[in-house]
């Protein structure tokens, strides 16, 4: 029974001490708080209609849902979101973007991370841009070129998203557009 008791308090005191070591920067949470407060025009849940282009005249439409939820007292913001559309019977739906990102604000690096996941297994992290009421992220693509989305509050106060597509980094097509309502 000693044992176990010793074990026990020997646990405690590592998490305590993991958890609030000397050498953590107490004013660090402040700071990131801080900056991730720029991203609170998102917070809430989101519905709405999306199409993206897949090809010449192939451009296909969603409805869908993105709820965003402040984590860890503000120092995180996740996005949830799914989005289906009606197959050619108009009878069932068929998800066509299943994906959770999760925003973070790296004090040290000065700058805002995105890591998003998606349900085929795809992973991609990124720096993040805020601005006014804007969030703008993007990554570079295997086939060559990079892709972005931004996303910002219109005059109306919905979510209005784009991505975009570019193999120079200079010329961008849309091949993708959403526009959502705040539901709460």
């Known amino acids: 029974m000693r044992r176990r008791s010793t074990w026990y308090a020997g646990?405690?005191?590592?998490?305590?001490?993991?958890?609030?070591?000397?050498?953590?920067?107490a004013a660090a949470p402040?700071?990131?708080?801080?900056?991730?407060?720029?991203?609170?025009?998102?917070?809430g849940k989101w519905q709405g209609e999306s199409w993206m282009q897949l090809g010449p005249g192939e451009r296909r439409i969603a409805r869908g849902t993105e709820v965003v939820q402040r984590k860890l007292d503000g120092l995180l913001v996740t996005i949830e979101g799914i989005h289906k559309r009606k197959l050619g019977d108009?009878?069932?739906?068929?998800?066509v973007h299943n994906a959770?990102?999760?925003?973070?604000?790296d004090e040290k690096a000065n700058r805002f991370?995105?890591?998003?996941?998606?349900?085929?297994?795809?992973?991609?992290?990124?720096?993040?841009?805020?601005?006014?009421?804007?969030?703008?992220?993007?990554?570079?693509?295997?086939?060559?070129g990079e892709v972005r989305y931004t996303i910002k509050l219109n005059e109306k106060g919905?979510?209005?998203?784009?991505?975009?597509?570019?193999?120079?980094?200079?010329?961008?097509?849309k091949f993708f557009e959403m526009t959502l309502e705040r539901v709460n």
Do not use: C, H
């Open 11 to 25: 646990v405690f005191i590592l998490v305590i001490g993991v958890t609030q070591s000397p050498g953590q920067d």
């Open 30 to 43: 402040a700071v990131q708080k801080e900056a991730m407060k720029k991203l609170d025009f998102l917070v």
């Open 90 to 95: 108009n009878t069932a739906e068929s998800v």
């Open 100 to 105: 959770f990102a999760v925003v973070s604000y």
């Open 113 to 144: 991370r995105f890591q998003a996941y998606t349900g085929r297994g795809n992973y991609a992290e990124a720096e993040a841009k805020v601005g006014d009421k804007t969030l703008e992220w993007g990554l570079r693509i295997p086939q060559g």
């Open 158 to 173: 919905q979510w209005f998203e784009i991505g975009e597509v570019s193999r120079d980094s200079k010329e961008w097509q």
